[in-house]
Nanobody, 119 residues
Framework: QVQVVESGGGLVEAGGSLRLSCAAS????????MSWYRQAPGKQRDLVAD???????NYADSVKGRFTISRDTVKNTVYLQMNSLKPEDTAVYYC?????????????WGQGALVTVSS
């Protein structure tokens, strides 16, 4: 069993910054990709950014130049630094971890972290 726990959400004014963290824990697992998704009220869950075990990153067009994803492979933790936040960034942010537990595919989600950006 792999647990995924996010932290760092909150309320911030437009133009401000927040940093989200996500830690994966468990036994005998390996991680290939760690991702951040977000879901605004009434909308689908969309990819924000992801990072591979090799450090390759990918961003949604809407956050390029404002958000930065990074990873501590020793701590199995991924971070999302969010700068120049806009009201449209308001959403629940979810962490996703994909890899293997032994030889079984791993696809685990955190409980979500609410980010609210006021105008």
């Amino acid at each position: 069993q792999v647990q995924v726990v996010e932290s760092g959400g909150g309320l911030v004014e437009a133009g401000g910054s927040l940093r989200l963290s996500c830690a994966a824990s468990g036994r005998s697992f390996s991680i290939f990709v760690m991702s951040w998704y977000r879901q605004a009220p009434g909308k689908q869950r969309d990819l924000v950014a992801d990072i591979t075990s090799g450090g390759k990153t990918n961003y949604a067009d809407s956050v390029k130049g404002r958000f930065t994803i990074s990873r501590d492979t020793v701590k199995n933790t991924v971070y999302l630094q969010m700068n120049s936040l806009k009201p449209e960034d308001t959403a629940v942010y979810y962490c996703n971890v994909r890899g293997l537990v032994g030889i079984t595919p791993l696809d685990a989600w955190g409980q979500g972290a609410l980010v609210t950006v006021s105008s």
